[in-house]
Structure formats: C-alpha cells, structure tokens
C-alpha cells in the first residue's frame, strides 16, 4: 500500500525552507527518502529504521515517528539544486521491497 | 563501473504484442526489483528478486512476468501488451540500505 505524501507540490525561494510529509496505515520498519530530477532516476537520500535515529544529510534532515508511522524531511535553507521530485519509500520489514508515496515536486526559484 | 544498465530506452508497441525489458547489474547485488512510474502515481513495484533464483510480486503485477536469469540479470516481461502498460520502467539493484536505479525504460502501447 502506498504511503501518503503531503503536500503535491512546493514553491520556493532560494534559502528557504521546507517539510514533506509521509505517512503510511501499516507499522513501518523502514521509511527512505529519494529525490528525482526531471528526466532521471531516482537518487537515495537517506533512510530511517525502527528505533533508529534522526539523520541527517548537509542541509537535508528527517525525522521518523514510529508511533504514528510518519516520516517528514526537512529541507533548511533550500538551494538551487533541491528541486525536484521527493518520494519517501516505506518499508514494512528488513527486505527492502518498498513501496513509494506519490511523491511532492518541489521548485526553489532563485 | 556501469551501475544499472537498462535496455531499451525507448519502445513503441502495439496493442497484444511482446516484449521483454532487460536489466543487468555489475555491482553483485543481491536484490533487484522492477518499478513503474506514471504521472501522479509515483513509483510502483512490480516484482522483485530478493536473491538469485527468488521472485516475488510488488503492488502492480498483474501483465507481467520476470526472470532472474543469474545474480547479474533480472528481466520483465509483457506477454500481451496493452495501453494501461504504457509507463516509464525503472529497474533498481539494492546494497544495504540503498537502491540503485537504472535510467528508465520509456514504454509507450498503442
């Protein structure tokens, strides 16, 4: 079942910063974090397991509530090269077959 | 180093014909998988390969078939294409925590 990304779409200037929201109605072993370009394949981002904790890529963080079975990333001080599409993948054991939210494409304009 | 090498890059067929997409990794990965992405659909699974000489279905399997030929290949198949078929495939490989994608297979059914 696919996660549930929030919101579709974000425009912003550059420094700026953002939340993508995804959450899934399955308990989550796993949630991942890719970004796509226009035209490309996906990119790994970083991933989030059970228990686990926060981590963090350059200006690039996210969060992982197992609770709720939400993940959000938090993009600070957005830059140029940030836009794209973002998909959180979720997982609901250590196999890695995952499941992707619909994604949120995201702009930051100078 | 190729990564994940995926042929073709494009392929027009008509409605009731054949095809079999190719992928093949020279990283000696494990698991492989076969994705789907349509506009506003996000990324969906297919299948996947957890190992050599294991498959098993994702999300969308209904068309399709795979084949994990040997460690390096991992093939989809489409018996009787039709237009719902029409996508963009993307194959992925997977170490550890990260998935590898190929550049994408544009199929279009007419």
Partial sequence: QQPVQSPQAVILREGEDAVINCSSSKALYSVHWYRQKHGEAPVFLMILLKGGEQKGHEKISASFNEKKQQSSLYLTASQLSYSGTYFCGTGRNSGYALNFGKGTSLLVTP | ?110
Avoid at chain 2, 67 to 88: D, G, H, I, M, Y
């Fill in chain 2, 1 to 110: 180093n190729a990564g994940v090498t995926q042929t073709p890059k494009f392929q027009v067929l008509k409605t009731g014909q054949s095809m079999t997409l190719q992928c093949a990794q020279d990283m000696n990965h494990n698991s492989m998988y076969w994705y789907r992405q349509d506009p506003g659909m996000g990324l969906r699974l297919i299948y996947y390969s957890a190992s050599e000489g294991t498959t098993d279905k994702g999300e969308v399997p209904n068309g399709y078939n795979v084949s994990r030929l040997n460690k390096r290949e991992f093939s989809l198949r489409l018996e009787s294409a039709a237009p719902s078929q029409t996508s963009v495939y993307f194959c992925a490989s997977r170490l550890q925590e990260k998935l590898f994608f190929g550049s994408g297979t544009q199929l279009s059914v007419l």
